[in-house]
């Protein structure tokens, strides 16, 4: 995949947004050295990309978190280093936003700096499984909520349709009518198809651009 | 919703809520069970129903109250340190006989504790939960899948029995995602002579109301309602149990506990340890039965919690302390890992528990 200086990751909670995020910035340093990944989710305290620290620090991915995330502190705190993300030209940054409009309120103070370098990708990722994302007219209403209250619009899609665990070759095959659909809706392209490595070889040849995801641990 | 959805424990909760014809909702927000409010808010305006953030705890119990009062199906949700705060309202709904639904996706305490998972409100769910002889009847649900189907049994045993229904989940089942499928047959609710719906000049006044103004009708009306909670014992008890045919170590879990240990039961049985366990799916009414009866075979249980050992004490009366119960825990909003809860099979089958 080729990468502009920053990746933004959006999308509906629950549509995969964090996994999506980690899986790319391993994709990112593979290609260029200088990586960094920052969760900017005020909304969700449980399930952060603070959870694959270990990972991250092992491939020398620089990860860019508030102290709280993970902790007890339950509030919608940023990371300090946010404004290294604009500043520090010299790196490429995945960044990892929390959902909903309500989540993309944190990019309201770095929006003008984006846009005004202009070397951006604000991706939406949707998943047809998530109840209120079902069809694309419901996911293209959560997307402009998104825009309005970040302040950057949309550059593209990515289709991480999943049921979680039990996902199949087909539920993937099946998303694709409705990635496509709300391409059309929104006037925008489906950057990537991301599916579970474990499914990845059922479907390769059959859509484009796929791009392979290794599910983080969950509990229980 | 025929085909299956991702959903959280949460989401899925509170449309199974809507599924079963709740149409008010009323809660403050707390982690780990906020997204109920969340969903509700979403989803409520467009159904015609209510979404209410009230401005406390207590408000918003209260609120249920008023709602159950006219024969509606109503709910409120919360974690741990909210639900505390709701216990005078709870003992009120008992002393009213008012139906509701009561969620507690619990988190670490005492005190404001910690946003992780806990099950450590065990005592104040199963042995009242407020001041005054009250049941409420607890389910613990273990997988989002139950969080969903708990949610409508719960509203059928409230108005079945005029009791609160309260579900007792911890932030992990509220968290986490499974694929869920959402179909359900809803039977209508039961008539409601006693709801406060307006006399239309045509039957005398319902009055809804827990004081009682001469002892020898409180007493009176506290032994009508333990004779219902005996009809609860009688009929509504509901378990699971895993390879408990030739168990020779019972392990005792609920909810997210359950999901660990079975993990660690797979295992145990590939080492050739006769591991089972007995999952309580109501907390009350508790399943004794099962237990006593696995008493006769087990040399030994664990109870596995997130709790300093609190259902336990359950285990220990269902069994008539026959034989040795142990406790297996993490607290504070940690989880007992698979090999911790293998490790104390493996301890008690040292001990002769499986030769």
């Known amino acids: 995949m080729d990468y502009k200086r920053l990746t933004l990751i959006c999308g509906h909670y629950g549509s995969g947004k964090t996994n999506v995020a980690v899986n790319l910035a391993f994709d990112l340093k593979r290609q260029y050295n200088k990586t960094s990944i920052a969760d900017l989710d005020i909304v969700n305290p449980y399930f952060r990309t603070k959870d694959s620290t270990e990972e991250l620090e092992r491939a020398g991915i620089e990860l860019i978190c508030s102290d709280y995330a993970g902790t007890n502190v339950d509030i919608p705190a940023l990371p300090q280093q946010m404004y290294s993300i604009t500043d520090d030209r010299s790196k490429k940054v995945i960044l990892d936003i929390g959902g909903d409009d309500r989540g993309a309120l944190a990019l309201g103070r770095l929006a003008p700096a984006i846009l005004a370098e202009n070397d951006y990708e604000m991706l939406m990722v949707i998943n047809r499984f998530r109840p209120l994302t079902r069809d694309a007219r419901s996911t293209v209403e959560v997307m402009r909520e998104i825009e309005y209250a970040g302040g950057i619009p949309f550059t593209g899609l990515v289709n991480n349709s999943n049921l979680g665990e039990e996902t199949t070759a087909e539920d993937i095959l099946s998303s694709v009518a409705y990635a496509n659909e709300v391409s059309e809706l929104s006037s925008l392209p489906v950057k990537f198809t991301s599916v579970h490595d474990t499914v990845y070889a059922a479907v390769a040849g059959k859509i484009n651009n796929l791009f392979p995801l290794k599910l983080q641990p969950k509990i229980g | ?355």
């Not at chain 2, 409100?121 to 139950?146: C, N, R, W």
């Not at chain 2, 009809?231 to 005792?252: G, H, R, S, T, W």
């Open chain 2, 1 to 355: 919703m025929s085909e299956k959805v991702l959903m959280k424990g949460n989401e899925a909760l509170a449309e199974a809520a809507i599924i079963a014809g709740c149409r008010h909702y009323f809660g403050y927000p707390i982690t780990p069970q906020t997204e109920v409010a969340a969903y509700m808010a979403k989803r409520m305006p467009k159904i015609g129903g209510t979404f209410l953030q009230a401005e406390s705890e207590i408000a918003a119990i209260n609120m249920v109250y008023g709602v159950s009062s006219t024969g509606h199906r109503v709910m409120t949700s919360s974690s741990s340190p909210g639900i505390s705060l709701k216990g005078e309202g709870l003992s009120y709904l008992a002393g009213s006989d008012l139906p509701a639904l009561v969620i507690n996706v619990q988190r670490g305490g005492p005190g404001l504790g910690g946003i992780q998972p806990s099950q450590a409100d065990y005592f104040q769910a199963t042995k009242g939960g407020a001041h005054g002889d009250f049941h409420m009847i607890v389910l613990a649900p273990a997988s989002v899948q139950e969080m969903a189907d708990l949610t409508v049994k719960g509203f059928e045993l409230a108005d079945k029995y005029r009791m609160t229904s309260m579900i007792l989940a911890d932030g992990t089942m509220g968290q986490m995602m499974e694929p869920v499928s959402l179909e359900y047959d809803i039977k209508p609710a039961p008539e409601k002579p006693w709801a406060t719906t307006g006399t239309k000049m045509q039957r005398e006044h319902n009055i809804v109301n827990s004081l009682s103004l001469v002892p020898e009708e409180l007493e009176k009306f506290n032994i009508e309602r333990y004779k219902r909670y005996d009809e609860v014992e009688k009929n509504e008890v509901m378990y699971e149990e895993y390879m408990m045919d030739d168990a020779e170590i019972c392990i005792a879990a609920f909810g997210i506990a359950a999901r660990v240990s079975k993990n660690a039961i797979t295992e145990a049985r590939r080492q050739g340890i006769k591991a089972g366990m007995i999952r309580p799916i109501t907390l009350w009414p508790f399943p004794k039965t099962p237990f006593k009866k696995a008493a006769q075979s087990v040399k030994q249980f664990i109870s596995v919690e997130l709790s300093m050992g609190q259902m336990i004490e359950d285990v220990r009366l269902a069994t008539e302390c026959r034989v040795p119960v142990t406790l297996c825990n993490r607290v504070g909003g940690m989880i007992p890992s698979p090999e911790m809860v293998l490790e104390a099979i493996k301890e008690a089958a040292k001990n002769g528990g499986a030769r």
